[in-house]
């Protein structure tokens, strides 16, 4: 028999980044990764690094119109749309109008807490949405039976989380620190200033220290969510209010596996780069000084260990996370992996075995669908001004 063939779409950087590394994962499978276009499509440079270290590494993934979209999805057995919640039900539709339909599969690229209705509505055609620990499992598990949809949650592992058990702590002298932003906490433009004169005050009182803010993306260019005061450009303003000298903090872009090497620790506000700090043993920092709620994305760190100051940040106080937060919080133990759980779905799929997935058009749905068709069908210098005017807004 063939082997089984999955399609991952994405759409952005960071779910460019999601798809790669779980189809990395499934080497006996015949994987493909495109990318549906949109304002929210990467670089180049940003592709670059969502592919380094899988199958995809020295190569582009091609970017698709919604016209090209079902040639794409008609072969697959599986298709995973890595992608935001509007594309993924563009996808999805797409899909189960297909003669075979494929079977359909959903996730998140982070960490996924608090759990929203919006996420699940998206997805709501899936088969299958995919979690990333036990906590995620049981808190969409309740959402999407209070919401009375009809959709498995399999419970995998982040697919760039390479530790098989608990992660043991790297003893490394600390070298370097580095900052992960979030795009969209905190919000205020005050608040990211403050981060990042702390940060310069750190490499000021310790210049033995590479002190380093790593970006998602440059000012104006495409990311998942929208930046309204992006670190570069705040940077950029207190260099020339002379508040910083400018030479304390570096700032790059690229894959973070470049820089979570031992000797280093990281800090952030919530960010999934937390995780992968975790994973390689380093010690972490979750700033706690503008709250901790789900509002702001950190909440899933509680009883981690892991959240302290501005003020820890400047005596270096990193931590290392509490076992019982790691069992529950994306470290367990994982008996199936991804690639098995999702073989009877494929099997289905290619048997023909599968059952209709159809709903009637959300009014919701049927509002946004032009405006999703637009952005995704725009003529490329237009699509240069959508950019802009997000970035704007």
Not at 48 to 73: D, M
Not at 111 to 135: C, E, W
Not at 158 to 167: A, D, E, G, Q, V
Not at 243 to 263: C, D, I, K, N, Y
């Amino acid at each position: 028999m063939a082997p089984f063939r999955i399609v991952a779409i994405a759409d952005s950087d960071s779910y460019l980044k999601f798809a790669c590394a779980t189809l990395e994962t499934m080497s006996g499978w015949d994987r493909n990764v495109a990318i549906l276009r949109s304002p929210l499509r990467p670089t180049v440079e940003q592709m670059s690094a969502a592919a380094e270290g899988t199958f995809l590494q020295g190569s582009l993934p091609p970017v698709l119109t919604p016209s090209t979209l079902p040639h794409t999805l008609a072969a697959a057995d599986v298709v995973l749309s890595a992608a935001t919640g509007p594309v993924t039900e563009e996808v999805f539709l797409a899909a189960s109008r297909l003669e075979r339909r494929p079977a359909l599969i959903s996730a998140l690229p982070g960490v996924a807490l608090p759990a929203t209705s919006k996420a699940l509505q998206y997805r709501s055609l899936g088969d299958a949405f995919i979690t990333h620990s036990h906590a995620e499992c049981r808190s969409f598990s309740a959402m999407a039976s209070a919401e009375g949809l009809d959709q498995t949650m399999l419970v995998s592992r982040l697919p760039f989380l390479r530790s098989t058990s608990f992660p043991e702590p790297v003893t490394n002298a600390l070298r370097s620190v580095v900052f992960a932003p979030q795009a969209k906490v905190p919000l205020a433009g005050e608040e990211r200033s403050l981060i990042l004169q702390r940060l310069a005050a750190l490499s000021r009182r310790h210049p033995e220290l590479d002190v380093v803010v790593k970006l998602r993306a440059w000012d104006g260019e495409p990311q998942t969510h929208l930046e309204q005061h992006p670190y570069d450009r705040i940077w950029a303003s207190l260099i020339s209010e002379g508040a910083v000298a400018g030479h304390e903090l570096s700032f790059r872009t690229g894959p973070m596996s470049q820089l979570l090497v031992p000797g280093a620790a990281l800090v952030t506000v919530s960010s999934t780069a937390a995780l992968e700090a975790v994973d390689g043993g380093l010690p972490v920092l979750v700033l706690n000084d503008f709250g901790v709620s789900d509002e702001l994305l950190n909440s899933v760190f509680n009883g981690s260990g892991l959240l302290g100051s501005l003020d820890d940040l400047s005596r270096c106080a990193f931590a290392h996370p509490a076992k019982s937060w790691l069992r529950e919080n994306y470290f367990h133990h994982q008996n199936v992996d991804l690639a098995q759980l999702l073989e009877s779905y494929a099997a289905r799929a290619r048997a023909g075995r599968l059952e209709a997935r159809t709903k009637q058009p959300t009014a919701r749905y049927l509002q946004g669908r032009l405006r999703r068709r637009l952005r995704t069908a725009l003529p490329t210098p237009l699509l240069h001004v959508a950019r802009r005017m997000r970035s704007s807004v």
